[in-house]
């Protein structure tokens, strides 16, 4: 079974590091607490499809990217 948590945190980590964004500046323009981003990028945080949403609005990516494997 695939872990959804690790492949979201992993894209949203790589697209937030391609695009030259901190974590701080992600959680601000999407409005997430930093301590979530940090937790979402690590696998540990099981984020909510609006969650998903802000962050993908705020990395300018469509949501399915953060779903991509």
Known sequence: MQDWRKIVGKNVRRI?????????????????????IGGIERGKRNPSLLVMARIAEALSVPLTRLLAE
């Not at 937030?16 to 979530?36: G, H, M, P, S, V």
Request: hydrophobic letters at 35%; charged letters at 45%; aromatic letters at 10%.
């Open 16 to 36: 937030r590091q391609e695009r030259d964004i901190t974590q701080e500046k992600l959680a601000f323009e999407a409005e997430i607490d930093l301590t979530y």
